[in-house]
């Protein structure tokens, strides 16, 4: 089974500073591993994701992940947060292996982001 | 740039009604889903579809629940008898044959049920 944990169901941050979203996650096998956002009354749009290769992964936005297979951890970070950047982020896991590639999400991480 | 859409994005209906949720996927996408989401709560998986079949479904998925692909774009949740519970958002998704794994999400239809 694979599940994924959200650190901070709400993280705030002022205009420009660095932006961290922790994400967490337990699989038995090799994780792929995404960040969605939500922008308020829209689907969930594909931030970036980790299948192999590289560790650290560059998405739309300025925004990237690093991960850490010796931590199980996936954080996004974005040096300078912009206004813009206000939404909900999900983290979400689907095994490597299986046939179906289901995802399973985080509880989301609500970011807002201060004038 | 194509994207999934669905309809209507907000459904009311009283309980022990039908509903059926519409979507239409990325057209040379061959891998489709349904997610929903509680209010407050994860987004979870139902339903995967390939192939005109169900690939995996999940406990929610119960007798309640059906999918169907009637032609060569659209791709339907049907919930026969809904419940107070059923009340979320549900969101389409769907994926290319080569990448799976790469899901594209739908707006969603909100699902309120009186």
């Known amino acids: 089974a694979q599940s994924v944990t959200q650190l901070g169901s709400h993280v705030s941050v002022s205009e420009g500073a660095l932006v961290l979203l922790r994400c967490n996650y337990s699989s038995s096998v090799p994780p792929y591993l995404f960040w969605y956002v939500q922008y308020p009354n829209q689907g969930l749009q594909l931030l970036l994701k980790?299948?192999?290769?590289?560790?650290l992964v560059k998405g739309i936005n300025g925004f990237e992940a690093e991960f850490k297979k010796s931590e199980t951890s996936f954080h996004l970070t974005k040096p300078s947060a912009h206004m813009s950047d206000a939404a909900e982020y999900f983290c979400?896991?689907?095994?490597?292996?299986?046939?179906?590639?289901?995802?399973?999400f985080g509880k989301g991480t609500l970011l807002t982001v201060n004038p | 740039e194509p994207e999934v859409t669905q309809t209507p994005s907000h459904q009311v209906t009283q309980m022990g009604q039908e509903v059926i949720l519409r979507c239409v996927p990325i057209s040379n996408h061959l891998y489709f889903y349904w997610y929903r989401q509680i209010l407050g709560q994860k987004v979870e998986f139902l339903v995967s579809?390939?192939?005109?079949?169900?690939?995996?479904k999940s406990e929610i998925f119960d007798d309640q629940f059906s999918v169907e692909r009637p032609d060569g774009s659209n791709f339907t949740l049907k919930i026969r008898s809904t419940k107070l519970e059923d009340s979320a958002m549900y969101f389409c998704?769907?994926?290319?044959?080569?990448?799976?794994?790469?899901?594209?999400f739908g707006p969603g239809t909100r699902l309120t049920v009186t």
């Open positions: 979400a896991v689907c095994n490597s292996g299986g046939s179906n590639y289901k995802l399973t």
């Open positions: 579809f390939y192939n005109n079949e169900i690939s995996e």
């Open positions: 980790y299948t192999t290769g590289a560790t």
């Open positions: 998704a769907s994926s290319p044959g080569l990448a799976r794994y790469e899901q594209y």
